[in-house]
Every structure is written in structure tokens, then in C-alpha cells.
């Protein structure tokens, strides 16, 4: 990561997740074509200024989305370079140089590369094979909202509650900082455009997300107040390094879908099932910090997530999902899609974390945070 792209690194000690030679030296160069001016130019003057990226996406796109070491280290890196060609749709009060190749016709490319090898595995995780009906598509979300609204405590939720200790619950904000210090951003991306009832719940809920133009009430703002009550850096992607590839392929499939309006279903029924479960996993962070002991500073974030998005969720499902299933009857399936994709992405992603957070906390690796 360069100076240039303003991302403030904690020192980690990351020989737990070794990179391979060829991918450390690809992000380097990466890196450097993200702020080379004519890129696309010079690209084709020059082939070597690609020439070691290329060579390792080619190699992490043959061995990434297994289960092996070699797949994990493939998907990291390459969910590592789609983020950072995602985050570029967003804009984040830095050197405008890092937005050169914004444009860019090679980067564009290797975005399409990779979101199309990757979200191809993606669709074989999902089981839809039947192309469900507007009226089968709304029975099927109510009934989904009902199992996710109240969810039984797995053993998951059970070490959260139970388990975790305070480098643990650290090591969950740190992570989830990549995510909830911009949060709602990606949602911004899909509002704009004719109105009706569908779009204004939509706003809504960015509104609501965004303290309703007062920073002091910004959900993200929340976010920042709990990491600084447990001596956390509070620069946007500060923790970039430490995020599982798990979590950024869960960003990067909302970048996606919101980056393309053709998946504007999709992404609704991804949206219903976040909002709708939210407050079971907040709950879950809540019940943490209070048997840490930590301050309602340390748990604000949650407070007002469980409290929000209970309303959300609701919204989400009627005033939204379920009209769109009729406004599109050929396509509503879709909304089914988004939502399981999102259930089943979230769920790897957590799982993820957990494991990470229980390394750390075993003392098999280390971390200063």
C-alpha cells in the first residue's frame, strides 16, 4: 500500500498469512500503475509495467476459491486487488491523483476478469435452479425474514457471547472497520433515478444510516467513537491488511451489485436479508461488550443498529423487496438470489473472522493492534 493511496498501516505481524514472492511483488506493482498518469497509454507502450500482475493474476485465477493454503493466498490476493479497484467508485477526501485512472479501459478490464472468474464460482454456492414466481418469491422472502429475524443460537453466536475475550472483540472491530467506518456508501450508488414509493423507503434508510446529514449521527461516526474507546485507529482502512479475503469478496459483491444496475434486484434481496438480520449479530457483539465489562461508548454502535435496523428490515421486506417482486414478476427471482447469496457470503465471512479471532486469542499467531 503506498503513501499516496492515504491508508494508514498499524505494524502486524502477519507471518500467519504468509504471500507468496509473485503476489507481493504484483500488489507492488499494482500499486504503482494506480497513480500513473496516461495509464492506458502507457500500458500499451509498455507491457512490462503489467507484466508481473498478470502473471500472478493469471496464476491466482487457476488456484483461488479451494480449499487448500494455495487457493486461500489466491483469493486473498485477488479480492485484495478488486477491492481496490472497486473503492475507486467512491470518492474518500484524499489526493486526487488517486483517482487518475478512475476510467481507466485496463483497469476496467481487470475488473471484468475478476469479478467474472470469481462470481462464476459464487453461483455454484447457491442452490437456484428453480425460477421461482412473483407470488412464490414473496411467500419465500416472508419466510426467510421469519427464520432470520430470530435466529437460533448457534455456536457461533454462543462464543461471541461466551467466549470472546477483549483482543478478541479488538481484533472484530478492527476488521469490521474496513466496512463500518464507510458505511451505507455502497447503497448511496443505487438511488438515483426515477421516483417512486420503492426508491423513497431506499433513502429512507440511507438517511437514517447517515444521521440525516448530521456527522455527529452518523451510524459510521458511532463506528470511529467505539474503536477510539479501545485505543483502535480510526483511519479508514487502517486494518486493511488484517481483513480475511472472506470479507472483502462480501464487499466487493456489494460493490458489484450496486455498480450495476442490471442486479438492482439482486442487490434489494441481499439488503433485505443484512437489514433483517443485523440485530441478531449485533445482539451478539452487545452481549460481548457488556460481559467485557466495556463502556456504552464501546457498544454504542450496536445499541443503535439493534434498535434501527429491526425498523429497516421491516421496510426492506414490505416496501420494498416484496413490490419489486411484483413490479418485476419475469425477474423476481432474482431477489431470492440476492438474498441467499448474501446469507450464504455473510455467513463465510463470519466464520472466517471467528476462526482468525480464535488464533489470535489461542496464541497460535500474534497481533499488535
Known amino acids: 500500500m503506498t503513501n499516496s493511496m492515504l491508508i494508514v498501516k498499524e505494524k502486524l505481524e502477519t507471518s500467519w498469512l504468509p504471500l507468496t514472492c509473485n503476489y507481493d511483488k504484483a500488489e507492488q506493482q499494482f500499486d504503482r500503475l494506480l497513480t500513473l498518469k496516461n495509464l492506458d497509454e502507457q ?11 498478470e502473471i500472478a493474476i ?21 479480492q485484495r486487488i478488486l477491492y481496490r479497484l472497486n473503492r475507486l467508485n467512491l470518492f474518500w477526501y484524499d489526493d486526487l491523483s488517486n483517482y487518475n485512472n478512475e476510467r481507466s479501459i485496463y483497469f476496467h478490464s481487470l475488473r471484468d476478469r475478476l469479478e467474472s472468474n470469481w462470481q462464476t464460482w459464487e453461483l455454484t454456492q447457491v442452490n437456484m435452479s428453480e425460477r421461482l414466481d412473483a407470488e412464490a418469491v414473496k411467500q419465500g ?28 472483540y479488538r481484533i472484530l472491530l478492527a476488521i469490521a472497520s474496513l466496512d463500518g467506518l464507510v458505511e451505507a456508501s455502497r447503497l448511496s450508488r443505487i438511488l438515483g433515478g426515477a421516483s417512486n414509493e420503492i ?12 444521521g440525516n446529514g448530521r456527522l455527529a449521527r452518523k451510524h459510521s461516526t458511532f463506528f470511529a467513537q467505539m474503536m477510539a474507546e479501545l485505543n483502535l485507529n480510526t483511519q479508514p482502512e487502517a ?15 456489494n460493490f458489484l451489485l450496486t ?60 416496501d420494498v423487496a416484496l413490490p419489486l417482486a411484483d413490479m418485476y414478476p419475469e425477474h423476481a427471482w432474482e431477489l431470492v438470489l440476492g438474498y441467499d447469496q448474501e446469507r450464504l457470503i455473510g455467513d463465510r465471512a463470519s466464520a472466517a473472522v471467528i476462526g482468525l479471532i480464535q488464533k489470535f486469542s489461542s496464541g497460535e499467531a500474534k497481533i499488535n493492534l
Open 141 to 168: 422472502l416472508s419466510q426467510r425474514a421469519d427464520r432470520d429475524l430470530h435466529p437460533p443460537l448457534s455456536e457461533t453466536k454462543r462464543y461471541l457471547r461466551d467466549d470472546m475475550n477483549l483482543e478478541g
Open 239 to 253: 486494518y486493511f491488511d488484517l481483513v480475511p479475503w472472506q470479507v472483502l469478496a462480501s464487499i466487493n459483491h
Open 58 to 78: 493469471a496464476s491466482a485465477l487457476a488456484n483461488a476459491y479451494g480449499e487448500t493454503e494455495d487457493s486461500e493466498i489466491a483469493s486473498r490476493f485477488l
Open 199 to 210: 426508491q423513497s423507503t431506499l433513502v429512507r434508510v440511507l438517511l437514517e444510516e447517515y
Open 43 to 53: 500500458v500499451k507502450i509498455q507491457p512490462i509495467l503489467v507484466k508481473d500482475l
Open 259 to 318: 455498480e450495476r444496475k442490471r442486479h438492482f434486484l439482486r442487490y434489494n434481496g441481499g439488503l433485505t436479508y443484512f437489514e433483517i438480520a443485523g440485530p441478531s449479530f449485533y445482539t451478539d457483539y452487545m452481549f460481548a461488550a457488556k460481559r467485557l465489562q466495556l463502556s456504552s461508548v464501546a457498544m454504542s454502535y450496536w445499541e443503535l443498529h439493534i434498535r434501527e435496523d429491526e425498523r429497516h428490515g421491516q421496510w426492506m421486506l414490505t
